[in-house]
């Protein structure tokens, strides 16, 4: 009895053969919003090669800067926002904060996990964009991740506004979004006070890593 892969339609002599085959060390090709797999190449979910030989629905990335926002709401901000600010006095490290835990609630949806970091120590990170994946220096990656989640975190003001009006009636949290703001027109080079620069700057890189 011979077994078929359900996405390079390349048919092994049974199912042991079949797990080796998704399990090889090369992964499948990886094309913008799109995973396939062709020939001798893996399975690829989430960044990662898969071990589960019955997984049949694959899952499609978002190219950077295009993911999906739809599982976050002012309310669930709102409450990561509270919990910070009952940690950290200083304006420019909640504001990093808020928008490193963004980037966290964004990566709740495994859709959009378009950053591999292999690890903290790595000087270059792969990034998904309408091109495919391609490598790119780590520092430029946190920097085009602190722009692009903060300005994403913009959009949600009016929704935060309606959600709880006292939140902008805060002149702490106004000064934290200034920060925000300010994040998202110069990302990494806008600077905070003492070291809590490069604070953010190793707090996002760990974060790409999730």
């Not at 600077?191 to 620069?197: A, E, Q, S, Y």
Request: proline share 2%; hydrophobic share 30%; net charge positive.
């Amino acid at each position: 009895m011979t077994v078929q892969c359900t996405k390079c339609k390349y048919f092994f002599r049974d199912n042991y053969i079949l797990t080796r085959h998704l399990n090889r060390k090369f992964p499948c090709i990886q094309q913008t919003k799109e995973l396939i797999c062709k020939n001798e190449k893996n399975i690829i979910i989430n960044g990662n090669v898969t071990n589960n030989v019955t997984v049949n629905n694959y899952i499609t990335i978002n190219v950077f800067g295009n993911e999906d926002l739809s599982h976050i709401n002012a309310e669930r901000i709102i409450e990561e926002w509270r919990l910070i600010n009952k940690t950290d006095s200083e304006e420019y490290t909640r504001a990093g904060k808020l928008v490193t835990t963004f980037h966290g609630l964004v990566n709740e949806n495994p859709n959009n996990h378009n950053i591999k970091l292999k690890n903290t120590k790595s000087m270059i990170t792969q990034i998904l964009s309408n091109d495919g994946w391609s490598k790119q220096p780590t520092h430029d990656i946190i920097d085009q991740t602190i722009k692009t989640r903060a300005g994403q975190l913009v959009t949600f003001k009016e929704s935060i506004e309606e959600c709880n009006q006292k939140v902008f009636k805060s002149e702490k949290n106004r000064k934290t979004w200034k920060h925000i703001e300010s994040f998202e027109v110069d990302g990494r080079d806008h600077h905070g006070p003492n070291d809590n620069t490069r604070r953010l700057r190793t707090n996002v890189r760990v974060a790409l890593l999730n």
